[in-house]
């Protein structure tokens, strides 16, 4: 590899790497908000019991819901996040190799 494209690579990096982080924190909620409709509707369809329905239930059994879905969309387990950071983070790497060819391309025209 020639120090050229090792410097393109790096370069590239540079520009494409906050995208993924963004991409990946974006990832994770659109995963656990998922995970938090899908546990809510599971348990709409289970029968309601006395225990554990006294005052304020609701809002506590939504704050349980919402741990639970945070805690298995960091582990990844589902791995729906993994699959769309992979599509989308394509795109992000493509798109910080065309800026940097791009701006190569400027360094090395000759200008007057």
């Keep these: 590899m020639r120090l050229h494209q090792i410097g393109m690579t790096v370069e590239t990096a540079r520009k494409a790497m906050p995208e ?17 409709d899908l546990l809510a509707t599971m348990r709409k369809s289970v029968g309601k019991t006395s225990f ?11 704050m349980f819901d ?3 879905a945070e805690s298995a969309s960091k582990s990844g387990s589902l ?33 007057p």
């Excluded at 795109?91 to 065309?98: F, G, M, N, V």
């Design 79 to 111: 791995g729906i996040g993994t699959m769309v950071k992979r599509d989308f983070s394509k795109t992000i790497w493509r798109q910080a190799l065309a800026q940097t060819r791009r701006e190569v391309q400027n360094n090395l025209d000759i200008k």
């Design 20 to 36: 993924i982080k963004k991409l990946d924190k974006a990832v994770k909620g659109i995963e656990s908000m998922f995970l938090k």
């Design 52 to 62: 554990g329905q006294g005052y304020g239930s609701e809002l506590y059994q939504d």
């Design 66 to 68: 919402q741990a639970l």
